[in-house]
């Protein structure tokens, strides 16, 4: 279980292809050196298993539904991503259930300055949408957000200068794709009330 509340940027020094998936190897910060195989890392939203350490380059496997389902695939070297460990059991809640399994690709349709801070409009995955609501909660490339406002199939957050600064969302521009996760309890509301275009749980991105 993660919160949303970014920790760290890393930087991907690589993707290499395998038969079935990829395997992802990260430059991480001096604060994560705690990581160990087997331990859960969200990268840019993505829950995986750390399967190498070595010094402060960390590597993870990506199943092939990992690959079809999120930004993964389009990881290139130098790329700045998210990380969060996560939360401990005597941690600090400080931003929304996030479980790391990304519920769809969005892409950023506008990205404008507001005052100090931006106005990020995202327009939804397919289906994704009624599970969206004005005030709610959102995860866009692990980021715990507020949703600003929502239409149709596009919705908008505001983000202030700190998330713009410890987030790789201050480099997105409008075409960018970003992983979208759905509030979990929203999901688990629609299935319990016989909702069948509820997404379906997909297995942990590992």
Aim: charged residues 25%; negative net charge.
């Amino acid at each position: 279980m993660f919160t949303g509340i970014i920790e760290a940027r890393g930087e991907v020094l690589a993707l290499e292809r395998r038969e079935e998936g990829a395997r992802l190897r990260l430059r991480v910060p001096p604060e994560m050196d705690d990581l160990r195989p087997g331990q859960s890392l969200a990268v840019d939203g993505v829950c995986l298993t750390v399967v190498e350490v070595n010094a402060d380059v960390v590597a993870t496997d990506l199943a092939a539904e990992t690959l079809r389902r999120t930004t993964m695939e389009r990881l290139q070297a130098g790329a700045v991503v998210n990380l969060e460990r996560p939360l401990a059991a005597d941690g600090r809640f400080g931003g929304h259930f996030v479980q790391g399994h990304v519920d769809g690709v969005g892409v950023i349709t506008r990205m404008e300055r507001a005052g100090e801070g931006r106005w990020m409009e995202v327009e939804l995955p397919a289906g994704l949408s009624r599970f969206v609501v004005e005030k709610g909660s959102l995860a866009i490339d692990g980021v715990s957000l507020t949703v600003a406002a929502s239409n149709g199939t596009r919705c908008a957050v505001a983000l202030i200068p700190h998330t713009l600064a410890v987030t790789g969302l201050g480099g997105k521009r409008a075409g960018d794709a970003v992983n979208v996760e759905v509030d979990i309890l929203a999901k688990h509301t629609a299935r319990l009330l016989g909702r069948t275009d509820a997404p379906e749980e997909s297995e942990e991105q590992r």
